[in-house]
């Protein structure tokens, strides 16, 4: 089963999931103010699993809600022995606010979210800050879960989500770009501490554009088809011992 509070942190804009350069872009999920809808759909790794999710910004306030259903999850005994199947559900909305001066651009994010299991279920709610700057390079400075974002079960069970430092830089060499960074935070189920490294680049031919990188320890790939004022992407992760799991996307810039 997906452990609840993974869903805390879950992207579904491809480029983020692919490449980690989403937050630089001037898309609606890109920190800068803009005005637009983005909206994604991903297959995941089991069969079965679907994420789904949209963003509409305006003038820096932007809604965004997430949603996730596994594939079937099985039920067993000790033995082991198949007594049942099910689905695990979650869902997350978030209202975030940004501001801009000069080449910074600065806010946060509320979220509260919502995860079902049988007849379990379980809320709660965080607080993400960060900043950017956007000069000849690129940075960005984040802290998810600010203040230990914890979700509290029907049944009085507690999980919490730690804070979670993500710090990126990257350059714009023309038509290629190039990023890297990291993520680092405890883990709430075994007190361990995660670490992310990231390295990617972006390759833009106008209407066209793919990026890719090692994200999580595996390689992906994206591609972007621009038209106008908006877009579709796709994007791809390859695990080991896993196989291929897929994002998709459709974005609509207001102008």
């Keep these: 089963m997906m452990f609840a509070l993974e869903f805390v942190n879950f992207v579904y804009d491809?480029?983020?999931?692919?490449?980690?350069?989403g937050v630089f872009y001037n898309t609606p999920f890109g920190i800068r103010k803009n005005n637009g809808f983005l909206f994604g759909l991903s297959s995941g790794i089991v069969p079965g699993d679907f994420y789904g999710g949209g963003i509409f910004s305006f003038r820096g306030v932007s809604l965004e809600a997430v949603a996730y259903r596994s594939g079937e999850v099985l039920l067993t005994t000790d033995q082991p022995e198949v007594i049942g199947r099910a689905n695990f559900l979650s869902g997350k909305l978030s209202l975030r606010m940004v501001w801009e001066r000069g080449n910074f651009a600065y806010g946060f994010k509320t979220n509260f979210f919502y995860a079902k299991f049988l007849n379990f279920w379980g809320s709660g709610g965080g607080i993400d800050a960060f900043v950017g700057y956007f000069g000849e390079v690129l940075g960005y400075f984040g802290i998810k879960?600010?203040?230990?974002?914890?979700?509290?079960?029907?049944?009085?069970r507690k999980e919490f989500a730690f804070p979670e430092v993500d710090f990126r830089l990257g350059k714009d060499l023309g038509i290629p770009s190039i990023y890297f960074g990291f993520k680092y935070s405890p883990d709430g189920r075994k007190f361990i501490f995660k670490r992310d490294l990231f390295l990617?680049?972006?390759?833009?031919?106008?209407?066209?554009?793919?990026?890719?990188?090692?994200?999580?320890g595996f390689p992906r790939l994206g591609l972007e088809l621009k038209r106008g004022n908006y877009g579709f992407l796709v994007g791809s992760?390859?695990?080991t011992d896993l196989?291929?799991?897929?994002?998709?996307?459709?974005?609509?810039?207001?102008r």
Excluded: A, C, M, Q
């Excluded at 491809?14 to 350069?21: D, G, I, W």
């Excluded at 196989?243 to 207001?254: A, D, I, K, P």
């Design 243 to 254: 196989g291929f799991s897929f994002r998709g996307g459709f974005y609509l810039e207001l």
């Design 237 to 239: 992760s390859y695990h």
């Design 14 to 21: 491809v480029r983020e999931f692919s490449s980690k350069t």
């Design 200 to 216: 990617s680049s972006s390759l833009d031919f106008g209407s066209l554009s793919l990026f890719g990188g090692y994200v999580e």
């Design 145 to 156: 879960n600010i203040f230990t974002s914890p979700v509290i079960w029907n049944t009085g």
